[in-house]
């Protein structure tokens, strides 16, 4: 399904990978051995594919240097992000393999993801648009505030489903929102159609991280975490959230001060996962997912039929039904 959406800009995604390259070039050893190392780990280049459909469902099927720079950009933001992210939740795998801050250290890490960003900030001058420049703006801030923000609620153990909704806005639907509306705004769409594929991002941005919160109560090599890590950092998703919310008695009692404790038992998380799995907390999560997906795909209804509508509309099915 993934090579079906990717076949209308397969060229274009071409020239983002040898662009992306090209943009990490340095002079210093250790950034090329480090960078190296972190692209061969790239995941299934979801946000490149959302702004090259979007530039290209917005721009009567022509793709224009714009939009191909500010798909790089945008790859290279999201990247600062994660490696910023493993140090700050200590970390030691990403996408089945040592993150950096495992095959190296903090510092390095700290320092790499730094590089990143800066090398996002000159693409973005590239793109000689002011309006995509505070788009990538507006897409920092959100992503620093939803890790505080995550980081917040681990420590204070929250568990109401409205904080759990804000931090996937920022950490994750901020990012496929930008994309949109930045794939839309390189193709000159109207006011209009920017927003309504900003709001398509969002939509589905919050299911993609519904469905990775999900992979966390199951085990399973491929998916390139362990079982329980989200638990494990404090983090109580989805379908753990539910459950809490709605179960009553001593069971439920029970697995609230299991949630309120400092540190967790490898049986704490086992009980925790198969609570949440018992009580319906996975079927519910599910449930979420599917009446988010058809609001975003009557998003899409607004726009005439398409190469690019098909492969947006194939997407949303597949974050739904990805094994990884």
């Not at 051995?33 to 090259?52: A, C, E, H, N, Q």
């Not at 494990?232 to 379908?239: F, S």
């Not at 198969?274 to 997906?293: L, P, R, V």
Request: a negative charge; charged letters at 30%.
């Amino acid at each position: 399904m993934l090579s079906e959406i990717k076949s209308p800009i397969e060229k274009e995604l071409e020239d983002h990978n040898t662009l992306l390259k090209e943009a990490l070039n340095s002079s210093v050893p250790l950034i090329d051995s480090v960078v190296d190392y972190f692209l061969s780990t790239k995941g299934k280049m979801v946000r490149p594919i959302l702004v090259l459909l979007s530039a290209k469902l917005s721009g009567n099927g022509e793709i224009s240097n714009t939009a191909k720079l500010s798909a790089v950009a945008l790859e290279l933001l999201h990247n600062a992000s994660l490696i910023h992210d493993d140090v700050v939740d200590e970390s030691d795998s990403r996408r089945g393999m040592a993150s950096v801050n495992n095959m190296w250290d903090n510092k390095v890490a700290v320092l790499i993801g730094d590089f990143f960003l800066s090398r996002c900030l000159i693409k973005s001058t590239e793109t000689e648009s002011q309006e995509i420049q505070r788009e990538l703006a507006l897409l920092a801030s959100a992503l620093s505030q939803g890790e505080v923000l995550q980081l917040a609620n681990a420590r204070g153990r929250t568990t109401d489903e409205e904080s759990y909704f804000a931090v996937i806005r920022n950490k994750t639907a901020s990012l496929f929102t930008a994309c949109m509306r930045v794939g839309a705004i390189s193709s000159d769409a109207t006011k209009e159609n920017v927003d309504l594929l900003g709001e398509f991002g969002d939509k589905l941005g919050i299911i993609f991280q519904i469905r990775d919160d999900i992979f966390d109560y199951y085990d399973d090599p491929k998916i390139g975490k362990p079982t329980g890590n989200d638990i494990r950092e404090g983090k109580i998703t989805l379908p753990l959230l539910y459950v809490i919310n709605n179960e009553k008695g001593e069971e439920n009692i029970k697995m609230k001060s299991i949630i309120e404790k400092d540190n967790y038992s490898p049986e704490d998380i086992s009980m925790l996962i198969n609570y949440a799995k018992e009580k319906g907390g996975i079927d519910y999560s599910y449930n979420t997912m599917n009446q988010i997906a058809a609001d975003a795909l009557k998003i899409l209804d607004s726009f005439e039929d398409s190469e690019a509508k098909k492969s947006l509309t194939k997407l949303v099915n597949y974050i739904i039904i990805r094994k990884k």
